[in-house]
């Protein structure tokens, strides 16, 4: 079956600017992760749904960062008058109900630029 | 704030010969997991190993988790050119929230044909 998609694949932006960033995770995944990545360094935990409501937001940076999902299956992750500094690949995961601390199933990810 | 801690930070062998990844980590945990990713990109889980568990297999591949000394490593037996890839360990810490993931920096491997 289809994996978990994320759009667009690049996205370059202007300093100051707002980006919304998207993921479609597995059908039938109830929870949905976002993670970061900079050049050379592991993923970066930001934020953790289970349905519709965020379960564990405690990595957002700051309160530019903000995500949501308004019907329990598509996510959106807006970043408002973004930094160089926000520069990294946005990787969106995805596992299926039932059971705890379950293996995440992840997608290409969207390489973010900010020039 | 960074749990996992992969060592070495890369490897290059040639094809045929195994790979061992090792992974430190800070606080008590609920699982531990590798992921491997290709290119900088998407993450491909690999193997999950929880707290009480000490050895996983899973074909080619061979986890093992010492909860005493906090650590894990990562076995790949007979390597293959199509293993080169950046190989994170990951982990749920106890206490914390399920879809919290820690990950560390990565072994970069290399295996030359």
């Known amino acids: 079956g289809a994996g978990v998609s994320q759009t667009p694949s690049n996205k370059v932006t202007e300093k100051g600017k707002y980006v919304e960033l998207r993921c479609d995770p597995i059908s039938g995944h109830t929870a949905l992760y976002w993670y970061r990545q900079s050049l050379g360094q592991g993923p970066e935990f930001l934020i953790y749904f289970q349905g519709t409501g965020a379960a564990d937001d405690s990595g957002l940076p700051n309160d530019r960062f903000f995500a949501v999902r308004p019907e329990g299956s598509v996510s959106t992750l807006k970043i408002q008058r973004t930094e160089r500094g926000d520069s990294a690949v946005y990787l969106c995961a995805s596992s299926p109900p039932g059971g705890t601390y379950n293996e995440q199933f992840f997608g290409p990810g969207t390489r973010l630029t900010v020039l | 704030s960074q749990q996992g801690e992969e060592d070495p930070q890369a490897l290059s062998i040639q094809e045929g010969e195994n790979a061992t990844m090792n992974c430190s980590y800070k606080?008590?945990?609920?699982?531990l997991q590798w992921y491997r990713q290709n290119s900088g990109r998407g993450l491909v889980h690999l193997i999950l190993?929880?707290?009480?568990?000490r050895e996983k297999h899973s074909g080619r591949l061979r986890v093992t988790l010492d909860t005493s000394k906090k650590s894990s490593s990562l076995l790949i037996t007979a390597s293959r050119a199509a293993d080169t890839a950046s190989y994170f360990c990951?982990?749920?810490?106890?206490?914390?929230?399920?879809?919290?993931?820690?990950f560390g920096k990565g072994t970069k491997l290399s295996v030359k044909p």
């Open positions: 190993i929880r707290s009480n568990e």
């Open positions: 606080t008590s945990i609920n699982n």
């Open positions: 990951a982990t749920n810490v106890k206490g914390g929230s399920q879809g919290n993931l820690i």
